[in-house]
């Protein structure tokens, strides 16, 4: 891929990016003020790609997918020419503001600038920006070279050009861009990881479940299917009937686990239909059997797979 792409921020998540883009052939450059930093995220570079080569999963020697990603301690010299900064600084407003005034000023009129942060948003980082118009989120999972998907996130000022050209960026990388529509605290990704978080730690509190069993029902259960597809496939492929006989089946009793939580959320017919209407665009109600044989196919590879990792050991030999 004939493309420079900037990072700034040497830690895991920085790494991570440059891993996504060096693997494609992209140039990367990757900037962090502190010198320890960097030395740090050379080693951590060549020994993720070690792995992923270990595992089938590069197309080129470690060594030379490495050799596409320069440090440098210069933020002019890393953004010099490129068409894409992503920036992986800590999470912190005041830190992300004063670097996106930076980049803003010394980055090519033509670049994105991208912030990777999981909670703020672009409005609140480059509001006051002479070209906020090409500012957005794109906040990765991590690590970003094994999660392909990645949230776009523009600001209300966000150019349609720049989102577009984002995704475009993203799934040439070989990502997994969604656009989210309108800026809300934690975008999908984070939304989702919350309403189970803050049920799993309910359950615990209130004497229902150990932890080990709620990460096993997550493991063995439901994140393995999720694995393969998502949370409204899985209704749809869970019931003859699809989607909408799940909603009439088994909505009512979601709603009432909702209210004991305090939360007023129905599937309301409109919803419901909405969301059906969706996702048979993609999914044909005709090819139900077909799509349950794939979800079964799907995690039976899966099962081979983790049977062949085998369980994590711990240090007294116990699994």
């Known amino acids: 891929m004939s493309v420079t792409i900037a990072i700034t921020g040497a830690g895991s ?38 792995r992923l080569a270990a595992g089938g999963l590069l197309d080129a020697e470690p060594a030379a997918v490495a050799a596409r990603v320069r440090l440098t301690d210069s933020l002019e010299e890393a953004v010099e020419n490129v068409a894409h900064v992503q920036e992986c600084a800590p999470e912190s407003l005041e830190l992300k503001r004063s670097l996106f005034r930076e980049l803003d000023q010394i980055a090519a009129p033509g670049a994105t600038l991208a912030t990777s942060s999981s909670a ?15 500012c957005l989120v794109a906040h990765p999972g991590n690590p970003p070279y094994l999660l392909p998907v990645v949230e776009l996130v523009p600001a209300p000022f966000t150019s349609p050009e720049t989102v577009e050209g984002a995704r475009k960026l993203f799934e040439a990388a070989g990502m997994s861009p969604i656009v989210v529509r309108r800026e809300v605290e934690g975008f999908v990704f984070n939304r989702l990881q919350g309403a189970l978080l803050r049920e799993a730690y309910c359950l615990v509190r209130d004497g229902v479940a150990s932890v080990d069993d709620v990460d096993r029902v997550v493991r063995d259960g439901l ?32 709603a009432r686990m909702g209210a004991e939580r305090g939360q007023d959320d129905p599937w309301t017919p409109d919803l419901v239909a909405r969301v059906a209407e969706e996702l048979h665009e993609r999914l044909p109600p005709e090819r139900w059997a077909e799509r349950v044989a794939w979800r079964d196919d799907a995690l039976i590879a899966l099962e081979r797979a983790r049977r062949e990792s085998g369980p994590f050991a711990l240090s007294g030999g116990a699994a």
């Not at 299917?225 to 088994?250: C, K, M, Q, S, Y």
């Open 13 to 50: 998540i920085g790494v991570g990016w440059a891993i996504v883009w060096a693997r494609i052939g992209a140039t990367v450059r990757l900037h962090d003020p502190v010198a320890e930093a960097l030395r740090g995220s050379e080693k951590a570079l060549l020994h993720t790609l070690e």
């Open 120 to 134: 703020l948003t672009a409005s609140q980082i480059a509001a006051d920006l002479p070209g906020r118009s090409r």
């Open 223 to 254: 994140g393995r299917r999720w694995g393969v597809i998502g949370p409204f496939e899985t209704a749809e492929l869970n019931t003859r009937g699809g989607i909408e006989a799940h909603a009439a089946t088994l909505g009512p009793a979601y």
